[in-house]
C-alpha cells in the first residue's frame, strides 16, 4: 500500500513482500504436509502466530519503522486495524512485537499521527495524517487479507479473517 499526496509526498508505505516459504510456521511443517492443518478452523491467535511470516516495511514520512522484516502478516494486520481504534478512543496506540521488545508508540496530535520507536529517536518524529494512516491500514488490511484468501481460500471461512475484514471495514 503506497499513498501519494497531490504535492507528490509518500507520507506513509505499509508493505509486505509474499514469501511462500514462510507461510507454515516451523512447528507446523509435519502437520501441515500430512494435511492436517484446516486453515479454516484455526483460532485467530494460531493464525496470528504461528503462520504467514512475510517481510514488511511499515515506512512514515520517509522514515523506516520496519524494513523488511519477517513478522507474523495476520498479527500486524490486527495490530495495525486496532490501533485505529485507540487512536480514536485514546489518543494513543502501540505497535509491538511478542518475538522481541521493539515497540512503535503512536500518538494523535491534532489531526495527524505522530511516530516514535524504542529503536531511535528521530526529530521531529515522523508523521501523517490520521486519514492517511486510517486509508492506509485499512488498504494494508484488504491487501492482504484478498493476497491469503486468494491464495488459500479456505481462510475466507475462517472467522478470524471475519474479524480482520470488520476492522478494516470491508
Same mark, same amino acid.
Given at each position: 500500500?503506497?499513498?501519494?499526496? /497531490?504535492?507528490?509526498?509518500?507520507?506513509?508505505?505499509?508493505?509486505?513482500?509474499p514469501d511462500s516459504s514462510?507461510?507454515?510456521?516451523?512447528?507446523?511443517?509435519?502437520?501441515?504436509?500430512?494435511?492436517?492443518?484446516?486453515?479454516?478452523?484455526?483460532?485467530?491467535?494460531?493464525?496470528?502466530?504461528?503462520?504467514? /511470516? &512475510?517481510?514488511? #516495511?511499515?515506512?512514515?514520512?520517509? =522514515?523506516?519503522?520496519?524494513?523488511? /522484516?519477517?513478522?507474523?502478516?495476520?498479527?500486524?494486520?490486527?495490530?495495525?486495524?486496532?490501533?485505529?481504534?485507540?487512536?480514536?478512543?485514546?489518543?494513543?496506540?502501540?505497535?509491538?512485537?511478542?518475538?522481541?521488545? &521493539?515497540?512503535?508508540?503512536?500518538?494523535?496530535?491534532? #489531526?495527524?499521527?505522530?511516530?516514535?520507536?524504542?529503536?531511535?529517536?528521530?526529530?521531529?518524529?515522523?508523521?501523517?495524517?490520521? #486519514? #492517511? &494512516?486510517?486509508?492506509?491500514?485499512?488498504?494494508?488490511?484488504?491487501?492482504?487479507? /484478498? &493476497?491469503?484468501?486468494?491464495? =488459500?481460500?479456505?481462510?475466507?471461512?475462517?472467522?478470524?479473517?471475519?474479524?480482520?475484514?470488520?476492522?478494516?471495514?470491508?
Amino acid at each position: 500500500m503506497y499513498l501519494t499526496r /497531490e504535492d507528490g509526498r509518500n507520507p506513509l508505505k505499509i508493505k509486505f513482500t509474499p514469501d511462500s516459504s514462510s507461510d507454515i510456521g516451523s512447528g507446523y511443517e509435519k502437520a501441515w504436509r500430512a494435511g492436517r492443518i484446516d486453515l479454516e478452523g484455526l483460532s485467530a491467535t494460531d493464525l496470528r502466530y504461528g503462520f504467514f /511470516e &512475510y517481510p514488511v #516495511d511499515f515506512i512514515v514520512d520517509g =522514515h523506516a519503522l520496519l524494513a523488511g /522484516e519477517h513478522i507474523p502478516l495476520i498479527d500486524i494486520m490486527f495490530t495495525l486495524g486496532h490501533s485505529l481504534g485507540s487512536l480514536r478512543s485514546a489518543g494513543s496506540a502501540a505497535i509491538d512485537f511478542t518475538e522481541n521488545t &521493539y515497540a512503535i508508540r503512536l500518538e494523535l496530535v491534532g #489531526d495527524h499521527v505522530q511516530f516514535t520507536s524504542t529503536r531511535s529517536v528521530l526529530t521531529p518524529p515522523p508523521s501523517c495524517s490520521f #486519514d #492517511d &494512516y486510517m486509508s492506509g491500514v485499512r488498504s494494508f488490511i484488504t491487501g492482504g487479507v /484478498e &493476497y491469503l484468501e486468494l491464495h =488459500h481460500p479456505e481462510l475466507a471461512r475462517n472467522p478470524g479473517m471475519n474479524s480482520l475484514r470488520e476492522l478494516a471495514d470491508v
